[in-house]
Structure formats: structure tokens, C-alpha cells
């Protein structure tokens, strides 16, 4: 599975932001596709996660009513809409998958996720 990821740039606190993940060499069935995210100086962290078949959905406290994962099953493809954008948001957003199979258990850890993108720059402004 091949990622990429679009859609980051620089924003006021406040404002919105959709990052993109497409995928290619196969579909996202079975999988769950996350966005993390890396602050400066701190470790990568997963931000929002869902499950491909079913469409579980976990979010970090930190972005709860405020970023919604979905999926697009025909453009295989994860979005995350990111509102009301605070400063502490910016870093680097990373996309990631990994096969879950029957399993609805969240990955945590960085090393489960056997997939990645190259990452998106999210910059909020104060």
C-alpha cells in the first residue's frame, strides 16, 4: 500500500483544514488507516484512526468535536477535517495503515503501522 498525503498548509487558530490520504496497490479492506501527528520535539501520535470495514472511529481527547476521520471507498482515500485549529495542532501529519483483519483494537503504537506517507506540514498561527 502506497500513501499519499495532501491538503496541509498554514492556517489562524480557528480555522479549517482537510488533509487527504490516498491509497494505491490495493484497497484500504481490512485496514485501519490513522493520521498521527508529530510536534516539534516530540513523538509522532496517533490523532484519529478508522477502521475500514465497519468504520470505527477513535479520536485523541485533545481533537474530539473538533477532527472527523471518514473514508471514500471509491477514490480509497481518508480525509481529515480538521476544525476550530489551535496552535498546539501544528506538526507534521503523517498518514499510516495497517491490515487489521476481525480485530477492532486500536494500534497505539507507531511500530504496528506498517504503512506510512511522507507526512503534511500543518502550521496554525496564534
Known amino acids: 500500500v502506497q500513501l499519499v498525503e495532501s491538503g496541509g498548509g498554514l492556517v489562524q487558530a480557528g480555522g479549517s483544514l482537510r488533509l487527504s490520504c490516498a491509497g494505491s496497490g490495493r484497497t484500504f479492506s481490512g485496514y485501519a488507516v490513522g493520521w498521527f501527528r508529530q510536534a516539534p520535539g516530540k513523538e509522532r501520535e496517533l490523532m484519529a484512526s478508522?477502521?475500514?470495514?465497519?468504520?470505527?472511529?477513535y479520536y485523541v481527547d485533545s481533537v474530539k468535536g473538533r477532527f472527523t476521520i471518514s473514508g471514500d471507498n471509491a477514490k480509497n482515500t481518508v480525509f481529515l477535517q480538521m476544525n476550530s485549529l489551535k496552535p498546539e495542532d501544528t506538526g507534521v501529519y503523517y498518514c499510516?495503515?495497517?491490515?487489521?483483519?476481525?480485530?477492532?483494537?486500536?494500534?497505539?503504537?507507531?511500530?504496528?503501522?506498517?504503512?506510512w506517507g511522507q507526512g503534511t506540514l500543518v502550521t496554525v498561527s496564534s
Open positions: 499510516a495503515a495497517h491490515y487489521t483483519g476481525f480485530s477492532s483494537n486500536i494500534a497505539f503504537d507507531t511500530r504496528l503501522w506498517k504503512y
Open positions: 478508522i477502521r475500514w470495514s465497519g468504520g470505527n472511529t
